[in-house]
Each structure stands twice: as structure tokens, then as C-alpha cells.
């Protein structure tokens, strides 16, 4: 929940605690909050919202915090207020089951609502939500071309050029302080770019897990690592398995 702590508190101007990266040609800028900004289109990218996730567990008669949707769109909201983007983009599993976007409060939706005032918004369809969102503004796709870049849910095998995808929730984990320490990250090689997940209660998988084997040149391959506060980048080279 530290995303949202610093989303409550951080200041407009996230220059000094972002990191910047170049994928395909084109500049981003991937902000602590766990969002990706491309500054010279004004888009705004999020990735594995799961939305209702708390509600999707009740259903099936697990019980979770069921605060996890108005913490995840508190964050959303710095973020959006933070870059004031043209163009929103969220990347799949937007809800965390088919029923989350028919069944979400109208608290929720007004919020979302307030948020999407003046700006395009795009919902890429995950596999957790396939059918797309209900009542919402904007558009739902499978998959979009933006800004000389592939926007879409799950990352495709073998040579993506432009590619900036979530699904697999990276993480990554380095000794500091004679600790090691586990974060979300953004991950990019510079030709390709996997996305955090957003939502404030979702996990994430090691950079080295099988499922990431072969999406990146592990060379080139940065984690921009999601501080309590400032973005990390570290060389996949020096991080611990």
C-alpha cells in the first residue's frame, strides 16, 4: 500500500523520482506511482488495474480488504493528476473477473467518470476480462497502435518491436543494505516494455521466472524498480534470482 501513501502525499512534479527510458525510439518516462508517460503524445499507460478483485473473492466466499478498487483509482487519480494526459491507456485485467465491470458501484464509476473529463481513454481486454468494460467511457480493444508503439495485454513470443505490454507483473529483487528487497517494476531492453501491475492488491513475477524467457535481450535489459518514493533502475545483470 506504500503506492498509495505516496500518491496521497507526492508533489505534482515527479521529475526527481522518475526514471526515463527510451523503447522503439520513443521517450517514457515510468513514474513510481506505477504508471508509464509518454510526454511527447501526452498518454498516460496502466497496466493490470483488477478492479473488483476484492468483490471477485467474495463471490466465491474468500473474503479480502474490500478496499482494494478505491485505492487502486486514489492512485490512478495522482497519476492522471500528476501528467494531465491527452489519452489514457490501461492495459487488460482492467476488472479481475467478467462480472467486476457490470457489478462495480456507481461510486466507482463516477470516479472514473471525473477522471476520464476531456481525455480519450482506451481499455485494452485481458484475459481476466475478455469481454471489455460496461458503462465506462472510452473504447475497448484487443489490441492498439499508438505513437509508433503496440499496446496490448499479454507480451508476444519472439521479435516485438514497440511493444509495451502487463500480464506477467514483473518484479525484481536486489541486496540493499544487506537486504534483499522485492519491488514491482517496469522492464525494457529498449525494444520492448513490460508494464507493472497497477492494482494495489496484485503480486508480481520475478524477472527470471520462465515466463519471462526470451521476451528480452538480457543485456540490454533494465528493471526500473517501484521505490516507497523514487524509481530504482538497476541492470538485470545485477540483480539476485
Known sequence: MHRLAHALSAPADSTAVSARAIVHGVEAVC????????????????SDLH???GSAFARRGMMLPPYDTLATLRVLEAAITRHDPRLIISLGDNFHDRVGSAAMPDTFRHMIAAMAMGRE??????????DGTCGLPGIS??????????????????EASGEVAGHLHPAATVVRREKSVRRACFATDGTRLLMPAFGVTTGGLDLRHRAMSGLFDRAKLVA???????IYSVRFTNLIA
Open 31 to 46: 513514474d513510481p506511482l506505477g504508471s508509464l508517460y509518454l510526454p511527447e503524445t501526452r498518454t498516460l499507460v496502466v
Open 51 to 53: 478492479l473488483e478483485k
Open 121 to 130: 481513454w482506451v481499455w485494452i481486454n485481458g484475459n481476466h476480462d475478455p
Open 141 to 158: 480493444l484487443d489490441e492498439f497502435r499508438h505513437a509508433g508503439l503496440t499496446f496490448r495485454h499479454e507480451p508476444s513470443r519472439g
Open 224 to 230: 526500473h524498480m517501484l521505490g516507497r518514493d523514487r
